[in-house]
C-alpha cells in the first residue's frame, strides 16, 4: 500500500498541507507557513527511443500496488494510508478499492496549484449564474462545496523535430459577370451577377517544424478540455507540492500518448502546408511525415474537479487550478429554450413583414 506523504510542521510536529495562496507548506494547526525548498535543476527531456528501450531491457516487474479506482470513468488514484473510499472527482461515482500495476515512470516537473479552493468555490457559483439557458432553481444552487478536490492529474509533453512531403493543389479565386432569367412580377427578366470561379494548380513542396511541449493528458478519465497552462512556470517535480492534494497516476502509456500526440502535430503541419501553398484555397492531396528527434516528459498538472446533483442527475465540472479556467456539464431549461425559439421565430417573422411591405 502506498503511504501517504507527510511533511511535519518544523513548529509544531503538524501535517502540513500545500497553500495555493502562498506557494508554501502551510500548518492547518498553528498556522506557520514553511518554506518549499525549490530545486534549481532543470527539467530534462527524457529522449524517447532511448527511454523506451532502457525500460525494455530493465524487464521491471508488472507488480500490482493498492489503488482506488473509478468503475465509471476509469480515473486511478494512489491509495494513501488513511483513504479507504471517496468520490471520483470527475464523475462523482463511488471510487472501489483495487490492484493497479507499479507505473515505473516518475513525474519529472508540476505546476503547483495557484488557484485556491475558495476561489474555485466562487468561480463554481459565478459559471452557474452566467448560465442563461439553465434552470432557475439552479442558480440558488451552491454544490456540495465538501466534495471540490484539488487533484493532479498526469500528463505527457512530447518535443519532435518533423520533416513533411506533400502533394496538393493552390486555388486562386477570380469573378466573372453572368447572366440569367429571373421571375419579377410574374415576367421573365434577364438579370446579371457576379459568380466566384477557382483556378487550381497542383503545388509540391516540403516542410520542416519543430514541436515544444506537445500536451496529452496520461489519464483515461473523462475530463473536459482545460488548455490555457502555462508550461513555462513547471517545477522540478517535489513530493511537499502533493500535500493536500489527491494525485492520479498515469494509465496511458508513453506509447500511446506519441500517438495522440502525433495527431495533434499533424494537424499543426497541415495548417502550416496550407500556409505555404497559399492562394485563397487549399487542398492536401497526399502528406508523409517524418518525426525525429523525440522527447518527452512525465507532468503533473492541477484542476479542481467535482460532480453535484440537481434533480436526481449528476453533472460534473473542473476547474483549472492555475488560471480559474471552468468547463463542465449543466442542466437546460426547456422552457427557456422553447420561449427563446418563439421569440426568434417572432422576431423573424416582423423582419420579414416589414421588409416586404417597404419594398
Known amino acids: 500500500m502506498n503511504k501517504e506523504l507527510i511533511f511535519p510542521c518544523e513548529q509544531c510536529g503538524g501535517k502540513l498541507k500545500f497553500s495555493a495562496a502562498t506557494g508554501k507548506l502551510t500548518c492547518p494547526y498553528c498556522g506557520h507557513i514553511n518554506v518549499v525548498e525549490k530545486a534549481f535543476t532543470p527539467i530534462v527531456e527524457q529522449d524517447y527511443e532511448k527511454a523506451m528501450a532502457e525500460l525494455k531491457a530493465l524487464n ?47 513525474p519529472q516537473a508540476v505546476l503547483p496549484f495557484k488557484v485556491t479552493k475558495e476561489e474555485a468555490k466562487k468561480v463554481f457559483r459565478t459559471w452557474l449564474d452566467s448560465r442563461w439557458f439553465a434552470p432557475n432553481k439552479l442558480k440558488h444552487y451552491s ?22 512531403r506533400y502533394h496538393g493543389r493552390r486555388g486562386d479565386e477570380y469573378q466573372v459577370r453572368e447572366s440569367y432569367m429571373a421571375t419579377v412580377d410574374g415576367k421573365q427578366e434577364r438579370r446579371e451577377r457576379t459568380v466566384t470561379k477557382v483556378r487550381w494548380h497542383n503545388v509540391d513542396g516540403s516542410l520542416d517544424q519543430s514541436f515544444d511541449d506537445v500536451l496529452v493528458m496520461a489519464s483515461e478519465a473523462r475530463m473536459d478540455r482545460l488548455d490555457q497552462w502555462d508550461l513555462q512556470n513547471l517545477v522540478p517535480y517535489d513530493e511537499s507540492y502533493l500535500s493536500g492534494f489527491e494525485s492520479e ?15 495533434i502535430m499533424d494537424q499543426a503541419i497541415r495548417r502550416s502546408i496550407k500556409r505555404q501553398i497559399g492562394g485563397d484555397r487549399q487542398e492536401i492531396t497526399s502528406l508523409q511525415s517524418d518525426f525525429f528527434n523525440i522527447s518527452f516528459k512525465h507532468v503533473l498538472l492541477p484542476i ?56
Request: net charge neutral; proline share 4%.
Open 143 to 164: 454544490g456540495s462545496d465538501s466534495r471540490l478536490l484539488g487533484v493532479y492529474v498526469p500528463f505527457w509533453t512530447y518535443d519532435s523535430e518533423t520533416h513533411s
Open 249 to 263: 497516476v498515469y494509465t496511458v502509456e508513453p506509447d500511446s500518448g506519441l500517438k495522440k500526440a502525433k495527431g
Open 60 to 106: 521491471v516487474e508488472k507488480k500490482e500496488i493498492a489503488s482506488l479506482k473509478c468503475p465509471s470513468c476509469a480515473a486511478v488514484f494512489d491509495l494513501h494510508e488513511d483513504t479507504h473510499a471517496m468520490n471520483c472527482p470527475f464523475c462523482g461515482s463511488a471510487v472501489v478499492n483495487e490492484t493497479s500495476l507499479y507505473r515505473p515512470i516518475q
Open 304 to 359: 479542481y474537479a467535482s460532480a453535484y446533483r440537481f434533480r436526481g442527475k449528476v453533472y460534473r465540472y473542473v476547474i483549472n487550478g492555475r488560471t480559474a479556467e471552468i468547463e463542465g456539464d449543466r442542466p437546460y431549461s426547456i422552457i427557456k429554450i422553447v420561449s427563446a425559439a418563439i421569440v426568434a421565430v417572432g422576431i423573424a417573422a416582423v423582419i420579414a413583414y416589414y421588409s416586404g411591405y417597404f419594398q
